[in-house]
């Protein structure tokens, strides 16, 4: 079955940087949509980045576009997400998310992937 383990989390100051790491299996990594999203206490999970299945098409949110890369390495299996100028709101529980399908941002921002991780938690402070 697909399993999307997350890693790289921790604590750092504002400004730092920090690169996030999901390991995928269960499914054709080449054919699938990667995306993170957060959660931060008391708010709602948001998105924040996707890219496509070669990496053609990336979407980030406003809120991260120009501090964030999302990138994916086919070989490894693996999406990343490098994060920097880190700002205390970008602290939350980061999750991998992957879709079978491309459904395009505005999709992506309402209702999400298919399948998500546990989550790796990343904290920030000022």
């Known amino acids: 079955q697909v399993q999307l383990v997350e890693s790289g989390g921790g604590l750092v100051q504002a400004g730092d940087s920090l690169r996030l790491s999901c390991a995928a299996s269960?499914?054709?990594?080449?054919?699938?949509?990667m995306g993170w999203f957060r959660q931060a206490p008391g708010k709602e999970r948001e998105f924040v980045a996707a890219i496509r299945w070669n990496g053609d098409i990336t979407y980030y949110s406003d809120s991260v576009k120009g501090r964030f890369t999302i990138s994916r390495a086919i070989a490894g299996n693996t999406v990343f997400l490098e994060m920097n100028s880190l700002r205390p709101e970008d602290a939350a529980v980061y999750y991998c998310a992957a879709d079978s399908n491309w459904r395009g941002s505005d999709y992506y921002l309402r209702y999400g992937m298919n399948y998500w991780g546990k989550g790796t938690l990343v904290t920030v402070s000022s």
């Open positions: 269960g499914f054709t990594f080449s054919y699938y949509v």
